[in-house]
Nanobody, 126 residues
Framework: HVQLVESGGGSVQAGGSLRLSCVASNWHPKSLCLGWFRQAPGKEREGVAA????????????YYADSVKGRFTVSQDYARNTLYLQMDNLKPEDTGMYYCAHSTDACGLVVGRYTYWGQGTQVTVS
């Protein structure tokens, strides 16, 4: 099955930046979407950003939660099977565990559409 390993989390001050990475292995032939999700303590997991992978490098479609539009950018390096999340102008409310996930069902920010999940990387903004 698809394996996902996140990295790049850390602690930053408000206004700072972080770049998360997610390396995917055992790529699924029916891959449709890679997404970033986050979960703060006591809160439900929520979608942050996603990128459509069903059309190859020539087709670029991305999705963002309203709370991160204009601050976060999702991208993919097909050659390295790596998903990125560039996070700028971070706010304390961005604090949480960030997860990379893979979907063969549909693309977007709905948690239930994703089958494979990484272990997460912690982001703390003070």
């Amino acid at each position: 099955h698809v394996q996902l390993v996140e990295s790049g989390g850390g602690s930053v001050q408000a206004g700072g930046s972080l770049r998360l990475s997610c390396v995917a292995s055992n790529w699924h032939p029916k891959s449709l979407c890679l997404g970033w999700f986050r979960q703060a303590p006591g809160k439900e997991r929520e979608g942050v950003a996603a990128i459509y992978t069903g059309g190859g490098p020539e087709v670029f479609v991305d999705y963002y939660a309203d709370s991160v539009k204009g601050r976060f950018t999702v991208s993919q390096d097909y050659a390295r099977n790596t998903l990125y999340l560039q996070m700028d102008n971070l706010k304390p409310e961005d604090t949480g565990m960030y997860y990379c996930a893979h979907s063969t069902d549909a693309c977007g920010l709905v948690v239930g559409r994703y089958t494979y999940w990484g272990q997460g990387t912690q982001v703390t903004v003070s």
